[in-house]
């Protein structure tokens, strides 16, 4: 079956920087997007970045653009967010998402498969 794993979760201060990774297994992710999404408590669930895996187009959030990249290592069928100048308000959840029709990057109901999650902690 379809499996989205996270890790490279962890405890940061603010202006340091995580990498995490999504490893996909279950069938094959080349026509798929691959979003990233977090959730932080009392709060939705919100779009971060995305990535059609087949053309390495990317999308991102406004409040992350400049500082988060979204990458896939075909070869690894795992996908990676870099973080880079965390701040506080990064503090979140961060889940791993694969849509085979995903016409809104940003729309958590386009997602067919999601992982369980990784726990970013960015301290002040």
């Known amino acids: 079956q379809v499996q989205l794993v996270e890790s490279g979760g962890g405890l940061v201060q603010a202006g340091g920087s995580l990498r995490l990774s999504c490893a996909a297994s279950g069938r094959t992710f080349s026509t798929y997007t691959m979003g990233w999404f977090r959730q932080a408590p009392g709060l939705e669930r919100e779009f971060v970045a995305a990535?059609?895996?087949?053309?390495?187009?990317?999308y991102y959030a406004d409040s992350v653009k400049g500082r988060f990249t979204v990458s896939r290592d075909n070869a690894k069928n795992t996908v990676y967010l870099e973080m880079n100048s965390l701040k506080p308000e990064d503090t979140a959840v961060y889940f791993c998402?694969?849509?085979?029709?995903?016409?809104?990057?940003?729309?958590?109901?386009?997602?067919?498969?999601w992982g369980r999650g990784t726990q970013v902690t960015v301290s002040s």
């Open positions: 998402a694969a849509g085979r029709v995903v016409t809104v990057v940003s729309g958590t109901t386009k997602y067919d498969f």
């Open positions: 990535i059609r895996w087949s053309t390495g187009i990317t």
